[in-house]
């Protein structure tokens, strides 16, 4: 079945630093891919989407490319700050609604 | 902005107590979900609803129940706790296909 490999954390890093989320997936057919962000004590908001291989979702200074080649969908940031502590989750949807999700990566920014 | 509103975001009972979740989604919405999140394991889907009064079983629907009898609302029950039932549940509603899920802000339950 689907299924959504991320890397485990949690991932501490200092202000401005670089921040990599390995995402792996598998999958029949062709999913759409998804990350969404968890702030603390609220639910789950959609960060980026990618619905076909080469696309580059991008929101909030994150990017991440759908890699079919690779079946990966990592999610980069350049710089990070304090605010951007959160729980990511990476997601693949196929071709009904349901998403499967990644176990979710806690990343703590310290100033 | 979709608004999707989880009626508790604290709830305590006791074992075999009967329990409802209640999700109301202001878009309109046809499809909604129940999830639980687990630390180490994700989200897991419960049930979800294609439209009023039609349900699907998700992963993991064993103890637990769903109503949809209006658009707007979908209502999560669990016929009788278990401890193993704490958790943090998570409804989302979403319009189509190829669309994003929007959440609401969760209920955690814990079951003594």
């Known amino acids: 079945g689907d299924s959504v490999t991320q890397m485990e954390g949690p991932v501490t890093l200092s202000e401005e630093a670089f921040l990599t989320i390995n995402c792996t997936y598998t999958a029949t057919g062709y999913p759409s891919l998804f990350w969404y962000v968890q702030y603390p004590g609220e639910g789950l908001q959609l960060l980026l989407k990618?619905?076909?291989?080469?696309d580059k979702g991008s929101n909030k200074g994150f990017e991440a490319t759908y890699r079919k080649e690779t079946t990966s969908f990592h999610l980069e940031k350049g710089s990070v700050q304090v605010s951007d502590s959160a729980v990511y989750f990476c997601?693949?949807?196929?071709?009904?609604?349901?998403?499967?999700f990644g176990a979710g990566t806690t990343v703590t920014v310290r100033a | 902005d979709v608004k999707v509103t989880q009626s508790s975001r604290y709830l305590v009972k006791r074992t075999g107590e009967k329990v409802f979740l209640e999700c109301v989604q202001d878009m309109d919405h046809e499809n909604m979900f129940w999830y639980r999140q687990d630390p180490g394991l994700g989200l897991r889907l419960i049930y979800f609803s294609y439209d009023v009064k039609m349900k699907e079983k998700g992963d993991i629907p064993e103890g637990y129940s769903v109503s949809r009898e209006k658009k707007e609302r979908f209502s999560l029950i669990l016929e009788s706790a278990s401890t193993n039932q704490t958790s943090m549940y998570l409804c989302a509603s979403m319009v189509t296909d190829n669309q994003p899920q929007h959440f609401g802000d969760g209920t955690r339950l814990s079951i003594l």
């Open positions: 990618a619905t076909k291989a080469d």
């Open positions: 997601a693949l949807r196929t071709n009904d609604y349901k998403l499967s």
